[in-house]
Nanobody, 123 residues
Framework: VQLQASGGGLVQAGGSLRLSCAAS????????MAWFRQAPGKEREFVAS????????LHADSVKGRFNISRDNTKNTVYLQMNSLKPEDTAVYYC?????????????????WGQGTLVTVSS
């Protein structure tokens, strides 16, 4: 399974970015997808998850109302739309997938990880 994340960059506080993660190597629409992030000196944390059909999502409290996870199973791609960005959103963002079709916030639920894309939010 290969996951290729893209879309990171430098943005001012209050701005928006959309991350993409293209998956290959297995049947995309069977499995849930997720985004995690890791800021310098901190542990990796859950951001959002989406189930296999896209009908169910879960967002961390810290991003709820600002970020939105979605997927396009025809393109084998998951997205993270990030609005109203804050300096504390600065991190490397990773997409991930596992062995379940259901949403999960647990890192242990994901076996495959992308290489990460850096998001920097300036104040």
């Amino acid at each position: 399974v290969q996951l290729q994340a893209s879309g990171g960059g430098l943005v001012q506080a209050g701005g928006s970015l959309r991350l993409s993660c293209a998956a290959s190597g297995r049947t995309f629409e069977i499995y849930a997808m997720a985004w995690f992030r890791q800021a310098p000196g901190k542990e990796r944390e859950f951001v959002a998850s989406i189930n296999r059909s896209g009908g169910s999502t879960l967002h961390a409290d810290s991003v709820k109302g600002r970020f939105n996870i979605s997927r396009d199973n025809t393109k084998n791609t998951v997205y993270l739309q990030m609005n109203s960005l804050k300096p504390e959103d600065t991190a490397v963002y990773y997409c991930a997938t596992g062995r379940s079709g259901s949403v999960s916030f647990r890192i242990s639920g994901y076996d495959y990880w992308g290489q990460g894309t850096l998001v920097t939010v300036s104040s």
